[in-house]
Protein backbone atom coordinates (compact mmCIF):
# COMPACT_ATOMS: atom_id res chain seq x y z
CA UNK A 1 0.00 0.00 0.00
CA UNK A 2 1.48 3.62 -1.02
CA UNK A 3 0.81 6.42 1.51
CA UNK A 4 1.34 9.79 0.43
CA UNK A 5 2.23 12.39 3.70
CA UNK A 6 1.49 15.88 2.18
CA UNK A 7 3.43 18.61 4.55
CA UNK A 8 5.89 16.09 5.28
CA UNK A 9 8.62 18.88 6.82
CA UNK A 10 6.03 20.66 8.74
CA UNK A 11 5.69 20.37 12.64
CA UNK A 12 2.26 18.39 11.82
CA UNK A 13 3.55 16.33 9.16
CA UNK A 14 6.70 15.07 11.35
CA UNK A 15 4.76 13.98 13.99
CA UNK A 16 2.28 12.13 11.18
CA UNK A 17 5.55 10.23 10.11
CA UNK A 18 6.15 9.64 14.02
CA UNK A 19 2.86 7.88 14.27
CA UNK A 20 3.01 6.27 11.35
CA UNK A 21 6.41 4.51 12.16
CA UNK A 22 4.53 3.74 16.05
CA UNK A 23 1.35 2.55 14.03
CA UNK A 24 0.78 -1.36 12.10
CA UNK A 25 -0.40 0.58 8.85
CA UNK A 26 0.86 -1.61 6.14
CA UNK A 27 2.83 1.26 3.86
CA UNK A 28 4.57 -0.98 1.36
CA UNK A 29 6.01 2.29 0.06
CA UNK A 30 6.04 6.04 1.85
CA UNK A 31 5.57 8.91 -0.30
CA UNK A 32 6.43 12.61 1.29
CA UNK A 33 5.39 15.40 -0.41
CA UNK A 34 6.43 18.81 0.47
CA UNK A 35 6.37 22.52 -1.58
CA UNK A 36 8.84 22.89 -4.34
CA UNK A 37 11.43 24.44 -2.23
CA UNK A 38 11.90 20.84 -0.25
CA UNK A 39 11.77 18.58 -3.40
CA UNK A 40 14.66 16.54 -3.19
CA UNK A 41 15.50 16.85 -0.02
CA UNK A 42 15.05 13.96 2.57
CA UNK A 43 12.60 12.28 5.50
CA UNK A 44 13.94 9.64 7.65
CA UNK A 45 10.81 7.06 8.29
CA UNK A 46 11.87 3.85 9.88
CA UNK A 47 15.70 4.03 10.07
CA UNK A 48 15.21 4.71 5.87
CA UNK A 49 15.80 7.88 4.10
CA UNK A 50 12.79 9.01 1.93
CA UNK A 51 13.49 11.72 -1.38
CA UNK A 52 10.69 14.09 -1.10
CA UNK A 53 8.62 14.81 -4.36
CA UNK A 54 6.39 17.24 -6.19
CA UNK A 55 2.73 17.40 -5.97
CA UNK A 56 2.28 16.18 -9.61
CA UNK A 57 4.68 13.26 -8.88
CA UNK A 58 2.81 12.15 -6.28
CA UNK A 59 -0.55 11.96 -8.27
CA UNK A 60 1.28 10.21 -10.63
CA UNK A 61 2.07 7.47 -8.37
CA UNK A 62 -1.37 6.96 -7.75
CA UNK A 63 -1.38 6.18 -3.64
CA UNK A 64 -4.06 4.44 -2.10
CA UNK A 65 -3.81 7.04 0.84
CA UNK A 66 -2.46 10.78 0.86
CA UNK A 67 -2.47 12.27 4.19
CA UNK A 68 -2.50 16.05 3.81
CA UNK A 69 -1.15 18.54 6.61
CA UNK A 70 -0.40 21.46 3.85
CA UNK A 71 -3.02 24.42 4.64
CA UNK A 72 -6.56 25.00 2.83
CA UNK A 73 -5.06 26.32 -0.39
CA UNK A 74 -3.49 23.57 -1.30
CA UNK A 75 -6.06 20.87 0.06
CA UNK A 76 -8.65 22.66 -2.35
CA UNK A 77 -6.75 22.48 -5.09
CA UNK A 78 -4.71 19.26 -4.93
CA UNK A 79 -6.85 17.58 -2.82
CA UNK A 80 -9.52 16.66 -6.16
CA UNK A 81 -6.93 15.94 -8.10
CA UNK A 82 -5.30 13.26 -5.94
CA UNK A 83 -9.16 11.89 -5.84
CA UNK A 84 -9.21 12.00 -9.42
CA UNK A 85 -6.88 8.98 -9.61
CA UNK A 86 -8.34 6.77 -7.03
CA UNK A 87 -6.68 8.17 -3.35
CA UNK A 88 -8.33 8.73 -0.67
CA UNK A 89 -7.25 11.63 1.11
CA UNK A 90 -7.57 12.52 4.79
CA UNK A 91 -7.14 16.77 5.39
CA UNK A 92 -6.05 18.16 8.27
CA UNK A 93 -6.89 21.42 7.06
CA UNK A 94 -10.42 23.19 7.52
CA UNK A 95 -10.90 23.32 4.26
CA UNK A 96 -13.34 20.73 3.42
CA UNK A 97 -14.66 20.22 7.14
CA UNK A 98 -17.85 21.69 6.74
CA UNK A 99 -18.51 20.65 3.26
CA UNK A 100 -21.91 19.03 3.25
CA UNK A 101 -20.28 16.68 0.55
CA UNK A 102 -17.44 15.43 3.05
CA UNK A 103 -17.11 13.20 6.24
CA UNK A 104 -15.70 14.95 9.50
CA UNK A 105 -14.33 12.40 11.55
CA UNK A 106 -13.33 10.88 15.02
CA UNK A 107 -13.03 7.26 14.31
CA UNK A 108 -13.93 6.70 17.90
CA UNK A 109 -17.28 8.27 17.31
CA UNK A 110 -18.07 8.45 13.75
CA UNK A 111 -16.05 6.05 11.78
CA UNK A 112 -19.24 4.29 10.85
CA UNK A 113 -20.35 7.28 8.22
CA UNK A 114 -17.59 6.53 6.08
CA UNK A 115 -17.98 4.55 2.83
CA UNK A 116 -15.77 3.16 -0.53
CA UNK A 117 -17.43 6.45 -1.98
CA UNK A 118 -15.77 9.37 0.02
CA UNK A 119 -12.58 10.61 -1.43
CA UNK A 120 -11.73 13.29 0.64
CA UNK A 121 -12.20 13.19 4.36
CA UNK A 122 -11.94 15.75 6.70
CA UNK A 123 -9.87 15.80 9.96
CA UNK A 124 -11.36 18.17 12.17
CA UNK A 125 -10.08 20.73 14.28
CA UNK A 126 -7.51 20.08 17.24
CA UNK A 127 -9.51 21.16 20.01
CA UNK A 128 -12.46 19.89 18.52
CA UNK A 129 -11.43 16.53 18.30
CA UNK A 130 -10.27 16.46 21.99
CA UNK A 131 -13.54 17.81 23.20
CA UNK A 132 -16.52 15.70 21.14
CA UNK A 133 -14.13 13.03 22.90
CA UNK A 134 -15.54 13.34 26.14
CA UNK A 135 -18.48 15.39 25.18
CA UNK A 136 -20.10 12.65 22.53
CA UNK A 137 -20.67 9.82 25.26
CA UNK A 138 -22.04 12.20 27.86
CA UNK A 139 -24.56 13.30 25.12
CA UNK A 140 -25.51 9.91 24.79
CA UNK A 141 -26.51 8.83 28.21
CA UNK A 142 -27.66 12.67 29.44
CA UNK A 143 -28.71 14.66 25.92
CA UNK A 144 -26.56 17.77 25.99
CA UNK A 145 -28.25 21.46 25.65
CA UNK A 146 -25.93 23.78 26.02
CA UNK A 147 -21.72 23.99 26.37
CA UNK A 148 -19.50 26.57 26.99
CA UNK A 149 -15.96 25.91 25.93
CA UNK A 150 -12.94 28.10 27.06
CA UNK A 151 -9.69 27.08 25.20
CA UNK A 152 -5.92 27.16 26.22
CA UNK A 153 -3.68 26.60 23.28
CA UNK A 154 -0.39 25.31 22.85
CA UNK A 155 2.05 27.67 20.49
CA UNK A 156 2.45 24.58 18.65
CA UNK A 157 -1.12 24.75 17.17
CA UNK A 158 0.66 27.85 15.07
CA UNK A 159 3.79 25.88 13.85
CA UNK A 160 7.36 25.98 14.04
CA UNK A 161 7.67 29.74 13.91
CA UNK A 162 5.17 30.11 16.89
CA UNK A 163 7.46 27.72 19.21
CA UNK A 164 10.52 29.88 17.21
CA UNK A 165 9.16 33.29 18.77
CA UNK A 166 8.53 31.75 22.46
CA UNK A 167 11.61 30.06 22.77
CA UNK A 168 13.22 33.00 21.84
CA UNK A 169 11.45 35.04 23.97
CA UNK A 170 12.08 32.92 26.87
CA UNK A 171 15.85 33.68 26.20
CA UNK A 172 15.25 37.33 26.25
CA UNK A 173 15.45 37.96 22.61
CA UNK A 174 13.33 39.62 20.42
CA UNK A 175 12.35 37.40 17.36
CA UNK A 176 9.93 37.97 14.16
CA UNK A 177 6.78 38.41 15.28
CA UNK A 178 4.29 35.08 14.45
CA UNK A 179 1.65 37.07 17.30
CA UNK A 180 0.50 40.29 17.14
CA UNK A 181 2.27 40.30 20.92
CA UNK A 182 4.77 38.37 22.70
CA UNK A 183 3.48 35.33 24.04
CA UNK A 184 5.89 34.69 26.85
CA UNK A 185 4.26 35.45 30.23
CA UNK A 186 0.70 36.43 28.04
CA UNK A 187 -2.24 35.02 27.47
CA UNK A 188 -4.03 36.34 23.89
CA UNK A 189 -7.28 35.60 23.22
CA UNK A 190 -6.99 35.53 19.72
CA UNK A 191 -6.55 32.26 18.09
CA UNK A 192 -6.59 32.75 14.33
CA UNK A 193 -8.25 36.23 12.74
CA UNK A 194 -11.41 37.42 13.79
CA UNK A 195 -14.64 37.19 11.84
CA UNK A 196 -17.05 40.02 10.78
CA UNK A 197 -19.12 38.35 14.01
CA UNK A 198 -15.76 39.05 16.14
CA UNK A 199 -15.41 35.50 17.11
CA UNK A 200 -12.11 34.11 15.54
CA UNK A 201 -11.96 31.33 13.36
CA UNK A 202 -10.88 29.02 16.06
CA UNK A 203 -13.85 29.59 18.51
CA UNK A 204 -16.63 29.27 15.11
CA UNK A 205 -14.73 25.76 14.47
CA UNK A 206 -15.04 24.54 17.75
CA UNK A 207 -19.05 25.84 17.42
CA UNK A 208 -19.65 24.18 14.24
CA UNK A 209 -17.57 21.06 14.52
CA UNK A 210 -18.75 19.24 17.18
CA UNK A 211 -22.79 19.59 15.79
CA UNK A 212 -21.76 17.54 12.41
CA UNK A 213 -19.19 15.01 14.12
CA UNK A 214 -21.62 13.85 16.52
CA UNK A 215 -24.62 13.96 14.37
CA UNK A 216 -26.58 16.00 16.61
CA UNK A 217 -27.24 19.79 16.04
CA UNK A 218 -29.99 20.22 18.49
CA UNK A 219 -27.51 21.70 21.23
CA UNK A 220 -26.20 25.17 21.44
CA UNK A 221 -22.27 25.28 21.85
CA UNK A 222 -20.29 28.66 22.81
CA UNK A 223 -16.44 29.06 22.61
CA UNK A 224 -14.06 31.50 23.65
CA UNK A 225 -10.21 30.32 22.52
CA UNK A 226 -7.15 31.27 24.23
CA UNK A 227 -3.53 31.11 22.92
CA UNK A 228 -1.07 30.10 25.85
CA UNK A 229 2.65 29.97 26.73
CA UNK A 230 2.89 25.84 26.65
CA UNK A 231 4.03 23.39 24.22
CA UNK A 232 2.58 20.18 25.45
CA UNK A 233 -1.01 20.41 24.34
CA UNK A 234 -3.96 22.00 24.35
CA UNK A 235 -6.84 22.37 27.49
CA UNK A 236 -9.73 23.15 27.76
CA UNK A 237 -12.03 24.41 30.46
CA UNK A 238 -16.03 23.13 29.36
CA UNK A 239 -19.40 23.63 31.53
CA UNK A 240 -21.83 21.51 29.99
CA UNK A 241 -26.03 22.09 30.74
CA UNK A 242 -27.60 18.29 30.35
CA UNK A 243 -31.47 17.95 29.69
CA UNK A 244 -31.55 15.10 31.93
CA UNK A 245 -29.97 14.82 35.68
CA UNK A 246 -26.66 13.34 35.91
CA UNK A 247 -25.03 11.39 38.72
CA UNK A 248 -21.12 12.26 38.96
CA UNK A 249 -19.42 8.61 39.88
CA UNK A 250 -21.89 7.51 36.71
CA UNK A 251 -19.91 10.24 34.72
CA UNK A 252 -16.78 9.33 35.97
CA UNK A 253 -17.57 5.69 34.62
CA UNK A 254 -18.34 6.40 31.46
CA UNK A 255 -15.72 8.60 31.05
CA UNK A 256 -13.30 6.35 32.21
CA UNK A 257 -14.73 3.50 29.71
CA UNK A 258 -14.27 5.66 26.67
CA UNK A 259 -11.82 4.13 24.29
CA UNK A 260 -9.38 6.83 23.98
CA UNK A 261 -10.19 8.82 27.23
CA UNK A 262 -8.34 8.57 30.33
CA UNK A 263 -9.74 9.75 33.68
CA UNK A 264 -7.34 11.79 36.20
CA UNK A 265 -9.55 13.12 38.37
CA UNK A 266 -8.52 12.99 41.78
CA UNK A 267 -8.02 16.19 43.37
CA UNK A 268 -6.96 14.86 47.01
CA UNK A 269 -4.20 14.01 45.41
CA UNK A 270 -3.70 16.85 42.77
CA UNK A 271 -4.19 14.18 40.08
CA UNK A 272 -5.63 16.29 37.31
CA UNK A 273 -4.82 16.30 33.65
CA UNK A 274 -2.14 19.14 32.18
CA UNK A 275 -0.27 19.80 28.76
CA UNK A 276 3.19 18.86 30.96
CA UNK A 277 1.94 15.13 30.54
CA UNK A 278 0.04 14.79 27.88
CA UNK A 279 3.19 15.67 24.89
CA UNK A 280 3.61 12.67 23.19
CA UNK A 281 0.79 10.77 24.10
CA UNK A 282 -2.54 9.69 21.96
CA UNK A 283 -5.06 9.80 24.92
CA UNK A 284 -7.54 12.44 25.37
CA UNK A 285 -7.11 13.24 29.25
CA UNK A 286 -10.34 14.28 31.53
CA UNK A 287 -10.89 15.62 35.07
CA UNK A 288 -11.42 18.70 37.72
CA UNK A 289 -15.17 16.66 36.99
CA UNK A 290 -17.54 18.77 39.46
CA UNK A 291 -21.10 20.31 39.75
CA UNK A 292 -21.95 23.44 38.67
CA UNK A 293 -23.25 25.25 41.69
CA UNK A 294 -25.11 27.59 40.08
CA UNK A 295 -27.23 25.79 38.26
CA UNK A 296 -29.13 23.03 38.11
CA UNK A 297 -28.11 19.60 35.36
CA UNK A 298 -24.97 20.83 34.65
CA UNK A 299 -21.06 19.85 34.67
CA UNK A 300 -17.99 21.35 34.73
CA UNK A 301 -14.69 19.50 33.67
CA UNK A 302 -11.05 20.01 32.13
CA UNK A 303 -9.97 18.45 28.79
CA UNK A 304 -6.31 18.02 27.94
CA UNK A 305 -4.42 16.15 24.86
CA UNK A 306 -1.52 16.53 22.79
CA UNK A 307 -2.88 18.83 19.39
CA UNK A 308 -0.05 17.28 16.90
CA UNK A 309 -0.99 13.59 17.57
CA UNK A 310 -4.81 13.16 18.63
CA UNK A 311 -5.62 16.74 17.44
CA UNK A 312 -4.09 16.04 14.07
CA UNK A 313 -1.57 13.10 13.40
CA UNK A 314 -2.80 10.29 15.33
CA UNK A 315 -6.86 10.87 14.39
CA UNK A 316 -5.74 11.09 10.78
CA UNK A 317 -3.99 7.81 10.97
CA UNK A 318 -6.62 6.20 12.60
CA UNK A 319 -8.72 7.06 10.33
CA UNK A 320 -6.36 5.41 7.59
CA UNK A 321 -6.45 2.18 9.74
CA UNK A 322 -10.06 2.04 9.76
CA UNK A 323 -10.15 2.62 6.19
CA UNK A 324 -7.70 -0.29 5.87
CA UNK A 325 -9.29 -2.70 8.17
CA UNK A 326 -12.91 -2.45 6.76
CA UNK A 327 -11.34 -2.81 3.03
CA UNK A 328 -12.50 1.30 1.72
CA UNK A 329 -9.30 1.62 0.09
Avoid at 195 to 214: F, G, Q, R
Avoid at 218 to 242: D, K, M, Y
Avoid at 248 to 272: A, C, F, H, M, W
Amino acid sequence: MKVAVVGATGMVGQVMLKVLEERDLPITELIPVASERSVGNKVKFKDKEFTIVSMNDAIAVKPEIAIFSAGGGTSLEFAPKFAEVGTVVIDNSSAWRMDPTKKLVVPEINANVLTKEDKIIANPNCSTIQLVMVLHPLNQKYDIKRVIVSTYQSVTGTGKAAVDQLNAEIKGESPEKVYPYQIFKNALPHCDVFSDDDYTKEEIKLMKEPKKIMGDDTFNLTATAVRVPVQGGHSESVNIEFENEFDLDEVRKILSETPGVVLQDNVKNNEYPMPLYSEGKDEVFVGRIRRDLSQPKTLNLWIVADNLRKGAATNAVQIAEYLVANNLV
